[in-house]
T-cell receptor, first 114, second 111 residues
Framework: DVKVTQSSRYLVKRTGEKVFLECVQDMDHENMFWYRQDPGLGLRLIYFSYDVKMKEKGDIPEGYSVSREKKERFSLILESASTNQTSMYLC?????????????FGSGTQLSVL | QKEVEQNSGPLSVPEGAIASLNCTYSDRGSQSFFWYRQYSGKSPELIMSIYSNGDKEDGRFTAQLNKASQYVSLLIRDSQPSDSATYLCAVNRNQGGKLIFGQGTELSVKP
């Protein structure tokens, strides 16, 4: 089965810090996604990538950037962390762009910004 | 209006009953529809997908899709306490795998 690995399960950072969230998938999937999940709001798409060095904004990209230098790795960067970025961050990967493809999720990173 | 809307719940049903979870979506061009289950502290896992109008059954789960009404539902028969979780509806708008999620419905199955 596909494995999507997020580097940290829990992370505590201070306001203004630069934060890197790492995600690696092991099945040569084309597409990778970063979502954040907040109570009552469901999953909201931050950024996604269809290929190496390709990225597209999702619904809430403000305050975030991403990097995809290698196919298997998709990084989410908080340039200057703020308290309203405290959230659960979920990485996901998808084999292709067909509409019936299954999305595979990592185990999530709970980020607290103090 | 949100693109994908669900009742946030919590929805409480007794063990053995049918749980009915509902979802509406706004984009008529949506192609594929998914139900994910998420246990507390865990990541979502896919339990059902449906692409055409009608019903699709898988064990105790039945997904129903009505594109004219822009409505998708999930029925869980013979509900078990282990079904207690948050259920997320997701819609693919044929934009390269980009899924839009609803806010989720919390289901509680009481023994």
């Amino acid at each position: 089965d596909v494995k999507v690995t997020q580097s940290s399960r829990y992370l505590v950072k201070r306001t203004g810090e630069k934060v890197f969230l790492e995600c690696v998938q092991d099945m040569d999937h084309e597409n990778m996604f970063w979502y954040r999940q907040d109570p009552g709001l469901g999953l909201r798409l931050i950024y996604f990538s269809y290929d190496v060095k390709m990225k597209e904004k999702g619904d809430i990209p403000e305050g975030y950037s991403v990097s995809r230098e290698k196919k298997e790795r998709f990084s989410l960067i908080l340039e200057s962390a703020s308290t309203n970025q405290t959230s659960m961050y979920l990485c996901a990967s998808l084999r292709g762009a067909a509409t019936n493809e299954k999305l595979f999720f990592g185990s999530g990173t709970q980020l607290s910004v103090l | 209006q949100k693109e994908v809307e669900q009742n946030s719940g919590p929805l409480s049903v007794p063990e053995g009953a049918i749980a009915s979870l509902n979802c509406t979506y706004s984009d008529r061009g949506s192609q594929s529809f998914f139900w994910y289950r998420q246990y507390s502290g865990k990541s979502p896992e896919l339990i059902m997908s449906i692409y055409s109008n009608g019903d699709k059954e898988d064990g105790r789960f039945t997904a129903q899709l009505n594109k004219a009404s822009q409505y998708v539902s999930l029925l869980i028969r013979d509900s078990q306490p282990s079904d207690s979780a948050t259920y997320l509806c997701a819609v693919n708008r044929n934009q390269g795998g980009k899924l839009i999620f609803g806010q989720g419905t919390e289901l509680s199955v009481k023994p």
